[in-house]
């Protein structure tokens, strides 16, 4: 059974930058495609960004455009999530996420943490 445990979330203005942090336990974390999905309030939960088991592809949802960056460190079995020009829209729990391949479609990851509220204020 995987862990995720999620940190870094919190108020920002809009312009300003969060980096999100998921350590994980349990599984081999170097084997694992990791992801961020992100649910806003009364929206369904959306892909934001997925990372292959080495780091060498990633993958954005559209509306990212190139203001977030996916990264992971297999040696301390942390994935991170830079994010940048933050805008009011991006407001919501942000989760960490693991499947055994990369994807964009969030049903094809298995495990699911806890989730981190970002607030990006106008």
């Known amino acids: 059974q995987v862990q995720l445990v999620e940190s870094g979330g919190g108020l920002v203005q809009a312009g300003g930058s969060l980096t999100l942090s998921c350590a994980t336990s349990?599984?081999?974390?170097?084997?694992?495609?990791m992801g961020w999905s992100r649910q806003a309030p009364g929206k369904e939960r959306e892909f934001v960004a997925g990372i292959s088991w080495s780091g060498g592809s990633t993958y954005y949802g559209d509306f990212v455009k190139g203001r977030f960056i996916i990264s992971r460190d297999n040696a301390k079995n942390t994935v991170y999530l830079q994010m940048n020009s933050l805008k009011p829209e991006d407001t919501a729990v942000y989760y960490c996420?693991?499947?055994?391949?990369?994807?964009?479609?969030?049903?094809?990851?298995?495990?699911w943490g806890q989730g981190t509220q970002v607030t990006v204020s106008s």
């Open positions: 349990g599984r081999t974390f170097s084997r694992s495609a």
């Open positions: 996420i693991r499947g055994d391949y990369s994807s964009r479609n969030i049903d094809d990851y298995d495990s």
